[in-house]
């Protein structure tokens, strides 16, 4: 297993980007020249039990967390890319989004692409390029599995400590 910094970093950046590059939209990361050359050749999983979202509560405009993982919190892989920069000596990473799912569009319309464990060997095969790697995403993705429950704002500062982050709040949707 090898580590990259989070947020990708193009190969022929000079400097840290300013905008964040964390997510790459499967729309656009064959054609965007951030993430084209990584799409090609240079494909990861990251590894997760879960990811948050957050919405804005009608009540009072605050930010509600929503914790979003498969059945019993089963762990997945996210479909990736990488790059390793020369120039500062970085390697980075980030994830590929498409359009949410119906049952979680509500709480945000994009998410990460989960992939099913089955066809990890073929994304990292850079044999697949272009429209077919695309199509191979979205067939192969397993986020309409997700299930979701509203968790504590605690998770919103930086100062929790990171205990109860899966304990859901009763009565949420």
């Known amino acids: 297993m090898d580590y990259g910094r989070w947020w ?12 964040a590059m964390f997510n790459a939209r499967i729309e656009t990361v064959d054609t965007s020249g951030a993430f084209r050359e990584s799409f090609k050749s240079k494909r990861c999983l990251i590894p997760a039990d879960g990811y948050f979202e957050w919405t804005t509560s009608a009540e009072d405009g605050k930010k509600d967390p ?9 762990p997945f892989s996210f479909a990736g890319l990488w790059v390793h920069n020369d120039k500062l000596g970085i390697t980075s990473c980030t994830i590929i989004t498409g359009p949410a799912v119906e049952h979680i ?19 990292l095969d ?18 309409s599995q997700l299930e979701f429950h509203r968790v504590g704002r605690e998770v919103n500062s930086s100062r929790y400590d990171g205990t109860d982050t899966k304990k859901p709040i009763l009565n949420s949707l």
Do not use: C
């Open 8 to 19: 990708l970093v193009p190969f022929f950046a000079k400097e840290l980007p300013k905008a």
């Open 66 to 74: 929503w914790l979003l993982q498969l059945p019993e919190g089963k």
């Open 105 to 123: 569009a509500h709480i945000h319309t994009r998410m990460p692409i989960m992939l099913d464990p089955a066809a990890y060997e073929a994304w």
């Open 126 to 143: 850079p044999s697949v390029q272009g429209a077919d790697a695309k199509a191979f995403l979205i067939e192969n993705e397993i986020d």
